[in-house]
């Protein structure tokens, strides 16, 4: 059984950082997609990075380029998002997601990911 568990969400002030992981389990991390969208109210989910191992690329959102990086530790598999010069458009329900693919453009559409965390919220406020 697939199981992704996010954690590391909270609250962060607005120029603030945070980083959140994502445990995963139940599948074979280096042959997936697995990344990162957000939503948030009233706005549709958005991709926001992602990683392939197999496809050796990144995928980030024009809104998070140069802010937000993805990384992973492929003995813990798991997927770290650091979030850096955080504004309050990125107030978001986070959520990992992973794919049964392993071309990083899947992570444009979330119809494209077959698996997802139940999310962690990050409140952006001063």
């Known amino acids: 059984e697939v199981q992704l568990v996010e954690s590391g969400g909270g609250l962060v002030q607005p120029g603030g950082s945070l980083r959140l992981s994502c445990a995963a389990s139940?599948?074979?991390?280096?042959?997936?997609?697995i990344g990162w969208f957000r939503q948030a109210p009233g706005k549709a989910l958005e991709g926001v990075a992602c990683l392939s191992k197999s496809d050796t690329k990144l995928y980030y959102a024009d809104s998070v380029k140069g802010r937000f990086t993805i990384s992973s530790d492929n003995v813990k598999k798991t997927v770290f998002l650091q979030m850096d010069s955080v504004t309050p458009e990125d107030q978001a329900v986070y959520y990992c997601?992973?794919?049964?693919?392993?071309?990083?453009?899947?992570?444009?559409?979330?119809?494209?990911?077959?698996?997802w965390g139940k999310g962690t919220l990050v409140t952006v406020s001063s």
């Open positions: 139940g599948f074979t991390f280096d042959r997936h997609v």
């Open positions: 997601s992973a794919a049964e693919e392993e071309v990083v453009s899947v992570c444009q559409l979330h119809t494209g990911m077959d698996y």
